[in-house]
Structures are given as structure tokens and as C-alpha cells.
């Protein structure tokens, strides 16, 4: 571990997020000092390949000049301001439209907020909101999915369908609950296509809405690809399955974007990609490239509308945080949508998908790799104890967390998401570069093999 002053301090001082605080001080921080491309340094002067774009956000690597000018001329121009009451800045104004541009499907307005968390929040917020405008005031029940990540903030933990986001925190809040998760590897019955396990879960979705009340049902929340469960890509006919559910009983879909938003599969949204048609969508993350926090909220017409005419009958919509539309988050996350037009950032990720997903599937034939996974940029590779029975390993074996450090010994980040390592890098990767990464991961699994048979 390291143990210079600055991991002293950190030790001492710092409440970190996600991490076993127990052990904080014997683990030690790997303390980041900088980032330059696809790469971040440590205090020793030691480099690794980011491999997951830090927490799935740095698309346009670390160090993009233009991001860094555009936040610089914001600060110097107008470092703070907000847009409550009909105040607005030109960078909100013009990245609103920007968006709107660029929805998978058609959108009317965006609010913004400053985290993915924040985004799903103010997105179950409208929603109540919404279904008493229009006169529904026990529509109000939201459905997420086992295995959903969507944030920490109570509403949107409560959405999470994770363990670790509920266990101990007394959550998720009664109008919030979860149905399957559209993994087929592993909640596919034996021999089960995957059309037909879409299906399964499509019925199984139906008999869940009528057994609460259709009219007590407001929404489904959705990652179009699954992001810190696991990295699950649904089979194509799961998303259309759904929507036609939930368009028979008048739910709301609202597409998480945070992590598939802004190029990550192959097109400018995961929506596009997995076929969804979302009324809400939330982003948040590559839409800064993670510079700065940012996040959005994008709804449609119907939505919009029933907003506007109740907050017109009430007086306000009362919704909104100091930092909506920040002009300084606001003018980066502009840039950045520029960056993705004049670098043909969309174009580059389909180039870079066949050696991306040919590298994964190489290293899905390695017998401790039970499935390889992925659409676009964004993959998994699955541990398990028997690759014929997709048996996992015990908990205690912590296969995946061991791989992730024998990775990073090799200067390559990825993350173990229990027994999942996922790899996420940013977009603007070379191929010389992928390359690398995968060789430095090859190597990762020989020792973790190697390890593994001694
Ligand atoms: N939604 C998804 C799909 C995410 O992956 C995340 C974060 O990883 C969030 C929401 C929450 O975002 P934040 O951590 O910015 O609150």
C-alpha cells in the first residue's frame, strides 16, 4: 500500500464512496494525479490505460484541449449564474437545443442537474408530478429492474437493483420496485433462445402491472445496456417486447443514458441501438466527458406539456437546483457535443467495434471466462469456476477483484463489478492502443490462470 503524505491524508481525512472504509487504511489510495488520452497517472509516476474511462465518463480521454478552453473562457466570462425564476446564459440555451438535436427520438424541453443520480431523481419527481397534472393521482408506482444501477440519492437508489444500494439503508421506498433482469447466460431457462426469454419477460412484466393496477403504474426505468450490473446487453426483441407492455397499460419508459449516452454503442444513444423509444430520458457523465459535473432530463411533448399547464395553475414548477444549467458545466458539455460532430466521435466508435468486440471474444474462449459480452465500446468478461456449468466462484475467491489488480499491475484499469470485469474505455482509443489494452489484459488473465491451477 501506499503510504506517502498525501495517502496519509487521504486516510485520515477523506469518507470515499463506494469502497470498505474498514479497509481503507491497509488498501491505501491509488492516489490519480493526472490524466493525458486514454491515460491517468499515479504519484509515483506510474501509467495505466483507463480502461473504464474513469467511472464510465471520460469519452474524450483526459486531457482534450478544447474542453479545457472552452471551461477556461466560461470561468473568465461568467463563472457562475442560475436559471431559476427566467434567468438563463447562452451555453444553457444553445446546449438545450443542441440536445434536443440529437434525442434518439423526438424530445420537447431538457432541465439539467448535476449528476445521473440528480437526472433519475428530477425524472421520478416529473413523473408524480405529470400523473397529478393530468388528473392521476394514484398512477404513481415506478418499475425498475434486478440488477438496474441508476444511482444513490434515495429515489434513484431505490430504483438501483443492486443489494449493496439498499442493504442497511432502509431502501427501496414503497412506490419503487423491481422485475427480471434481461441477462439470458444466466436467468435464461435451459434452452431457452433468447426470443423467447424476451418474451418470457415481457409476460412476466404484464402480469406484473395488472397484478399492482394498471392505474396505480407510473414508469419504467431502464439502462438500454446495463451498466454496473454487469455490463448486460438485452436480446434485440427484449425492448420492444417491453414498450408494447407498457404501452398498453400507459407506463412511462424512461431510458437511463448515463452510460450508454453519447456514442458508447455505436450510436449517439443506447435507444437507438437497443430500440427503445423513451417519453423521459435521463444522461449525465460522457456529456462533460466527466470534466465537470453535468447531467439532463429530456421529455417529451406530453410530458412537457402537462408540466407547463400545472405549474402555470400553481404558480411555479417547484423543481431545480442551484447549479441547473451552470454556464461553466454547460459551456464544456457544449463543447464536447461539438467535439463528437467535428471528430466524428459516433463514426469512430463503429470503426473501433469489430477489434473491440473481436478482443473480448478471444478472451471469452480463455476456460476461466464463462461469457464475453458487449455492443460498441463498452464489454464484460464473466469469471466463473466452471465454464460448462456456469458455475461461479465463491464469493470469498474474489476472482473478479484479482483480476482487476493484476490488471492494474500490468498499467491497465478495469472494474470488478463482483466476478464481472468490464472494460469501457474512451472513445477516442487508437487502435494501436486497444491493442495494448488487450494485451496487457491477456497477460492479466495468463497470471490470474497461472494463479488460478497452482
Ligand atoms: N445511472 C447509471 C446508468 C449509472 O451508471 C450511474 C452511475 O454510474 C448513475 C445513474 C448515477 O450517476 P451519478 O453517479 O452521477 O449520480
Redesign the pocket.
Known amino acids: 500500500s501506499d503510504t506517502t503524505a498525501l495517502a496519509r491524508q487521504d486516510i485520515a481525512a477523506h469518507l470515499h464512496p463506494f469502497t470498505n472504509l474498514a479497509a481503507h487504511a491497509d488498501v491505501g489510495p491509488l492516489m490519480v494525479t493526472r490524466g493525458d488520452g486514454i491515460y491517468v497517472e499515479d504519484e509515483q509516476g506510474r501509467r495505466y490505460i483507463e480502461g473504464m474511462s474513469g467511472?464510465?465518463c471520460s469519452a474524450l480521454g483526459f486531457s482534450h484541449p478544447r474542453l479545457v478552453a472552452a471551461g477556461v473562457k466560461a470561468l473568465q466570462t461568467l463563472p457562475y449564474y442560475h436559471t431559476f425564476n427566467h434567468r438563463s446564459n447562452p451555453a444553457v440555451a444553445e446546449l438545450a437545443e443542441r440536445l434536443l438535436a440529437v434525442a434518439p427520438v423526438p424530445m420537447a424541453r431538457v432541465f439539467f442537474a448535476n449528476?445521473?443520480?440528480?437526472a433519475?431523481d428530477s425524472a421520478v419527481k416529473m413523473i408524480w408530478y405529470y400523473h397529478n397534472a393530468i388528473g392521476q393521482p394514484n398512477k404513481k408506482k415506478i418499475l425498475a429492474r434486478q440488477r438496474a444501477?441508476?444511482?444513490?440519492t434515495v429515489a434513484?437508489a431505490s430504483l438501483s437493483g443492486l443489494p449493496t444500494n439498499h442493504r442497511d439503508f432502509d431502501l427501496p421506498i414503497d412506490r419503487i420496485s423491481h422485475v427480471d433482469c434481461p441477462h439470458h447466460y444466466r436467468y435464461g431457462l435451459p434452452g431457452e433462445s433468447e426470443a423467447d426469454f424476451a418474451t418470457r419477460l415481457a409476460e412476466a412484466l404484464e402480469q406484473r402491472i395488472l397484478a399492482e393496477g394498471p392505474d396505480t403504474v407510473a414508469a419504467f426505468f431502464a439502462?438500454p445496456v446495463m451498466?454496473?450490473g454487469g455490463v448486460i446487453v438485452p436480446p434485440q426483441t427484449y425492448f420492444p417486447k417491453v414498450q408494447a407492455v407498457l404501452r398498453k397499460y400507459d407506463v412511462l419508459l424512461v431510458a437511463?443514458e448515463?452510460?450508454c449516452g453519447f456514442g458508447r454503442t455505436g450510436n449517439m444513444f443506447g435507444s437507438t441501438t437497443l430500440g427503445l423509444q423513451p417519453d423521459l430520458l435521463?444522461c449525465?457523465?460522457a456529456l462533460s466527458s466527466g470534466y465537470v459535473p453535468i447531467?439532463a432530463v429530456m421529455v417529451s411533448q406530453r410530458v412537457h406539456e402537462a408540466l407547463a399547464a400545472n405549474s402555470g395553475k400553481i404558480g411555479t414548477f417547484g423543481h431545480g437546483y442551484t447549479y441547473s444549467g451552470h454556464p461553466v458545466a454547460c459551456a464544456i458539455a457544449l463543447e464536447t457535443l461539438k467535439v463528437f460532430e467535428d471528430e466524428r466521435i459516433v463514426e469512430r466508435v463503429r470503426a473501433l467495434t469489430p477489434a473491440f468486440q473481436a478482443g473480448l471474444h478471444q478472451l471469452g474462449q480463455r476456460a476461466s471466462v464463462g461469457e464475453s459480452r458487449g455492443v460498441g465500446l463498452i464489454g464484460a468478461l464473466e469469471l466463473v469456476a466452471d465454464k460448462a456449468t456456469r458455475q461461479p466462484h465463491a464469493p470469498e475467491v474474489k476472482a473478479g477483484p484479482r483480476l482487476a489488480a493484476l490488471a492494474q499491475a500490468e498499467g491497465l484499469i478495469v472494474r470488478a463489478m463482483g466476478d464481472t470485469v468490464a472494460l469501457c474505455p474512451p472513445l477516442i482509443i487508437s487502435e494501436a492502443e486497444l491493442a495494448t489494452l488487450f494485451q496487457r489484459l491477456g497477460t492479466a488473465f495468463d497470471r490470474y490462470e497461472h494463479a488460478s491451477a497452482a
Do not use: M
Open positions: 467511472l464510465w449528476s445521473g443520480s440528480e433519475n444501477y441508476h444511482g444513490v434513484s439502462e451498466g454496473a437511463d448515463v452510460i435521463t449525465a457523465k447531467s
